[in-house]
Structure formats: C-alpha cells, structure tokens
C-alpha cells in the first residue's frame, strides 16, 4: 500500500504531476507511464486510481480505508480494469471486450479507468482499435499505459497521452525501500549493491539460488583465507555447480566483487558504506590478510574474470585462474 508522500520520494516529478491534477481538478483522459521495470509504475497507477474512485480523498491523498480503496487493493474494483498481456501480446479482442464494457456507464458511479500493462506489446491491430478508442473520450474515462518502452508505442497514442517519465532508482532510495518492504538491512545493502531495480530486488530476495550465491561467496573467501590448498578443489566441487550460466556466474563475481570493496572500506573505517554487515567476523580476518592495495587488485582480477566469461573463455577456467591470482 503506497501513499503520495512514499511515491514522491521515489519519483518526484511524475508524483507531482499526478497530484497537480488533482489540485486542478484536471484529470487527463490517457497517460502513458514510462520507465524501466522496477521504477513505480504499477504501484503509481494504483494509487492513482485509488485518488480517483476514493471518495474521502484528502487533497490528492486517498484514505486506504473505504471501500472503494479496499477493493482497489484486493483487485476486484468493478469500475477499475486491467489489461495485461495474453501471451506474448495484448490482442485486439481484449481491446474490443473493454469497449463493450465501457459502453455501459460506471457500474457505481460514472467513472471508469483502465490500466495498460506492458502497453509495448500491444499488436497493431489492439494499437489502432485502442487508438479509435482515445479519439473519441469520454469525459469520464481514465487511461493509464505502463510500458517500458515508450518509442514502441504508436506515435498517434503517444501524442495522445501525458506523459510521465519514471527515473531509475537511486541506491539509497531502493536501499529505503527494501527495508520498508520487509527485506532485513544487510540483504537491503546487498541487493541495493546490485541492481536499482526494485522488482527485481525483491525477487531476489525470495530467491533461493541467489541466498545460496551470497553463501558461496563467504564460503571461497574463508576457504581463500584459511584453507588455501583447497581453493581449487572447493571451485570444481561447490562453487561451479551453482552457477550453470554465464550470466550466474557474472552475478556470483559481482558479489565476490562487492565483498572487496568491504574489505577496502574496513581498512578505510569506511563503516557506512560496508555492505556485508552480519559478517564483521570475517571482514574483520579479512582486513588482516588483504591490504587496501591487494584487494585493489583483487577487484581488478574479478572484472578480467567477468571481461573473458563474456568473450566465452571456459568458465572452469576463467574460475580456477581467479582463485590462483585471490590467494596471491
Ligand atoms: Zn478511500
């Protein structure tokens, strides 16, 4: 449940305009959401919807408690329509069969809005029947297009929509967020570390392989740092069954990476920046085998790493070459 004070913290200038139009009083027929995944625009049209059908609305503000809104979260608002891909593309039939409801009017009041998801897979077929559509609005009609990808969108949509531009995240933002959403502070750091994808973000947290990289990468360093001739052997046997894919194995170096960056920013006392915070222990044993200048060039060797696992060298090798040059 998003409110306009949280949505303006992570997009500022498009929350802004929503509210604006409620100040106004001016409600658009169509907006066109753009933005990467991950940046708001599902949880923004929600809301926005919300601020639409509440009818204890506070400024631009809705209650979250009245009916309309309870239904609005629970997906089941008989005024309120989504359209999402069917497959791979949103066909001309979905299109005509929100037509054929509209024409009735609101079902309880005479306000209806309909929400596009993932509007770019439109056919063109869906494209020129919703564009007959905008062409001729009623007055009471809202339409709000998600997509990720505004220039695939006809041009003759486009111009018939406002536009608003969803931002990519910063760190700190999607950091704040994960935590809001219940993710625990140290896995907040990590993920926030890794993408500025919020969706994505919190699938990862959910996702099991990904718990299992971060495992793996204290394991390789405790190995590294206690148990040196076993380095190899502990590649070949744990490390490399979990990471089938080059594009894994890319993501268990950004890890392994991000971990060298603790070890400089514990030597540097760099305490807020520390991302692996539940491992102090470590990082702290860490701190006494690398200097700054060897981990310096620790990271150096990972990017190599991931720099030949996209020109295809064997991943086997690319690995066992790595834990070589890590326990120098
Ligand atoms: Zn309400």
Known sequence: MQTWTQMKDIQPLAAQMLMNSFKKDRISHAYLFQGNRGTGKREMSILFAKSIFCKNREGAEPCQSCRDCHRIDSGNHPDLH???????????????????????????????????????????????????????????????LLTESGPTILDTIRSRCQLLAFQPLNPLRVREKLVEEGVSESNARLLSSLTNNLTEALEMNEDEWFANVRKLVIQLIEVLQNKPNEGLLFINHQW??????????????????????????????????????????????AAMRWSRQSAARSLTDILEAKRKINQNVHPNLVMEQLTLQLQR
């Open 240 to 285: 490399m069954p979990h990471f089938k894919e080059r594009t894994q194995l890319q993501r268990g170096l950004d890890v392994l990476m991000l971990w060298f960056q603790d070890v400089i920013n514990q030597l540097l006392d760099r305490e807020e920046s520390i991302i692996f915070t539940t491992e102090r222990e470590n990082l702290n044993q």
């Open 82 to 144: 989504w359209i999402e891909p069917e497959g791979q593309s949103i066909k001309k039939e979905q299109i005509l069969h929100l037509q054929k409801e509209f024409t009735y009017t609101g079902l309880e009041s005479n306000r209806k809005v309909y929400i596009i998801v993932d509007a770019e897979k439109m056919t063109v077929n869906a494209s020129n029947r919703l564009l007959k559509f905008l062409e001729e609005p009623n007055q009471q009609t809202t339409a709000m």
